[in-house]
């Protein structure tokens, strides 16, 4: 071995000197914020959008915040179980794979309402994917908020999604605080 093996070098410890700092509070506030976009799969300028569209509504702001992220129809079709992860709902809907109250819905972030009926398309349940699907559907629990029939994979939004209901923990506040500025 040479003197230049990576192996046989011995590396000089490092210097306490370029320790991490403590977060400052705008940090923080930061990192709410993009735990709560990355774990919707949102980009800044629909956060954004989301934010502004909760400040307007009455209540706290961060609560609203959190109920708009739920009725993204991406999120309500993860919650009802039909996709393992938030990325492969999503593109389950864009594949135009479902239906709100009988029509195709492509977009993503369409807002469901109450008494919204979601549902696989009727030519999606040829698909290997959806087959398989109503195997592994019947173990998987879905919100109050939601009312689900396995056999036919058609969900319907039974009220408005509680505080309590958003299994992304988040702290809202920071998030309004994080815009305030």
């Not at 046989?8 to 990192?31: D, F, W």
């Amino acid at each position: 071995m040479t003197p230049k093996c990576a192996i046989e070098r011995k590396r000089k410890p490092q210097s306490t000197r370029g320790r991490r700092r403590r977060l400052s509070e705008r940090g923080v506030q930061l990192i709410e914020k993009q735990k709560a976009r990355y774990s919707y799969g949102v980009f800044e300028r629909q956060f954004r959008r989301f934010f502004e569209q909760a400040a307007r509504e009455p209540g706290v702001t961060g609560d609203n915040l959190k109920v708009i992220l739920e009725k993204r129809l991406d999120n309500v079709v993860y919650r009802l179980g039909f996709g393992d992860s938030r990325s492969q709902c999503r593109q389950i809907v864009l594949h135009g794979h479902i239906t709100v109250n009988g029509k195709k819905v492509s977009v993503p972030s369409y807002m469901v309402k109450e008494s919204d009926v979601i549902a696989v398309r009727e030519s999606s349940l040829k698909n290997e994917y959806f087959k398989a699907l109503l195997e592994e559907i019947k173990s998987k629990t879905v919100p109050v908020w939601l009312n689900l029939d396995r056999a036919k994979l058609v969900g319907q939004v039974v009220t408005q999604p509680m505080l309590d209901d958003a299994s992304i923990k988040f702290d809202g506040q920071s998030i309004v605080e994080y815009y305030s500025r």
